[in-house]
Structures are given as structure tokens and as C-alpha cells.
């Protein structure tokens, strides 16, 4: 149990889909991350939200679209995707901006 | 801009070795540095920290020391098990104010994997 939950863990679309992504915390956390792992390449941070409000988006294109209704769930909308879109999506969650970072499970993205 | 700069892997060593896993950095300021380890088909788990210079991070017998005049923070471990199969992350954390400070920057991960 790590206290940040993703679902699901494994999806796979065509490039014309519309899905999300969800990620609840349990850990009562005021910040909540977006990463994106690709192979061979670090991760990227793709958005941040600090008490439901967005702080940071890292030049992410429009067809994912974040979502934080309240300080316990973050979603990814997709939409339009692009093949080179595959990859693992990570979610994770902190205290605060400066504490360390809790991760999910991920949910592993196939774009067809 | 900061950066992370890990030893290309993938690691294989057998059981009991003594593990090194190499780490650089660039960065603004004094960050604090960080290793993460990702298990198969798992997140990321914040293994051990440093925040000063010559602090050492250390937990599940895994250590490493802030060394700001090598500006490295090289992760080891004097005899792994089969269990410490994963891949491994440096990252730091620059303390500058500004919209993108609390962003971690993370190294490309280096893969260990260990045999009986």
C-alpha cells in the first residue's frame, strides 16, 4: 500500500480515444504531481497542483488536460494522442512544495 | 538550467558485492540531493536525502555523501541482495526561490540487477 493510488494500471488507446487517468492519496497531502517516465530519459514533470490550485505547467501539450477537484485526487484527461505519447504515467503527492515526494504505481500508457 | 548525470547502466552484479552508483550534478545554489528506487512494476520510493554539504543519507544499508566539491552524491551499498534489484534515481532539489523551486530534477535512472 503506498498511499497514492492509480487506476488503471495498464490502458491502451487508439489515437482518436478519449480516456483518463485517476490518482487518489490517502496521506492527506497538499501538493500533487504529474510525471512522465519514458524509457532511456529522466522523468519529466508534466504538471503541479498545490491545494487544488494548477502551479505549474511544464510546456505539456493540449491533449492532456489535468484535473484536481480537491486536495485528495488528481486525473489526466487524454485526448488525440500520438504514438510517441506511450509511456508510464507516475502521479505522486507531498506535504507541501518542499517535502519529499510520495509516487503511485503508475499506469502504464499504450497509443496505438 | 540543473542537471543530474548517473552512470550508464544496466548493473549486474552477484550477491554480496560491493555496489557504487556514480552521480553528478549542476545546479543553482546548494540543492538538496536525493536517491530514489523504482521496484519492478512500482513507483518511485525516496530511498535516502542529504541537504548540506558532507551530510550522509543513509537507509536499508544503502549510503550516500554530499560531496559539494566533486558536486557528487554517489550512492552505495557494501553488499547487496537479490532484493536490491531496481533501477535507481539520483535528483536534487535547488533551494532558489522562484516559480520552479520545488521542482526535483531527476537523473535517466540506472538499472541494478542482482544474481545469486
Known amino acids: 500500500e503506498t498511499g497514492v493510488t492509480q487506476t488503471p494500471r495498464h490502458l491502451v488507446m487508439g489515437m482518436t480515444n478519449k480516456k483518463s487517468l485517476k490518482c487518489e492519496q490517502h496521506?492527506?497531502?497538499?501538493?500533487m504531481y504529474w510525471y512522465k517516465q519514458s524509457a532511456k530519459k529522466p522523468l519529466e514533470l508534466m504538471f503541479v497542483y498545490n491545494f487544488k490550485e494548477q502551479t505549474e505547467n511544464n510546456s505539456v501539450p493540449s491533449r492532456f488536460s489535468p484535473e484536481c477537484p480537491n486536495s485528495s485526487h488528481l486525473f489526466l484527461h487524454l485526448h488525440t494522442l500520438q504514438p510517441e505519447d506511450s509511456a508510464l504515467y507516475l502521479c505522486a503527492s507531498s506535504q507541501d512544495m518542499g517535502s519529499p515526494l510520495h509516487f503511485g504505481n503508475g499506469t502504464r500508457l499504450t497509443v496505438t | 538550467g540543473d542537471s543530474v548525470t548517473q552512470m550508464e547502466g544496466p548493473v549486474t552484479l552477484s550477491e554480496e558485492a560491493f555496489l557504487t552508483i556514480n552521480c553528478t550534478y549542476t545546479?543553482?545554489?546548494?540543492?538538496?540531493l536525493f536517491w530514489y528506487v523504482q521496484y519492478p512494476g512500482e513507483g518511485l520510493q525516496l530511498l535516502l536525502k542529504a541537504t548540506k554539504a558532507d551530510d550522509k543519507g543513509s537507509n536499508k544499508g544503502f549510503e550516500a555523501t554530499y560531496r559539494k566539491e566533486t558536486t557528487s552524491f554517489h550512492l552505495e551499498k557494501g553488499s547487496v541482495q537479490v532484493s536490491d534489484s531496481a533501477v535507481y534515481f539520483c535528483a536534487l532539489r535547488s533551494l532558489y526561490s522562484g516559480a520552479g523551486s520545488y521542482q526535483l530534477t531527476f537523473g535517466k535512472g540506472t538499472k541494478l540487477s542482482v544474481i545469486p
Open positions: 545546479a543553482t545554489g546548494y540543492p538538496s
Open positions: 496521506l492527506g497531502h497538499n501538493a
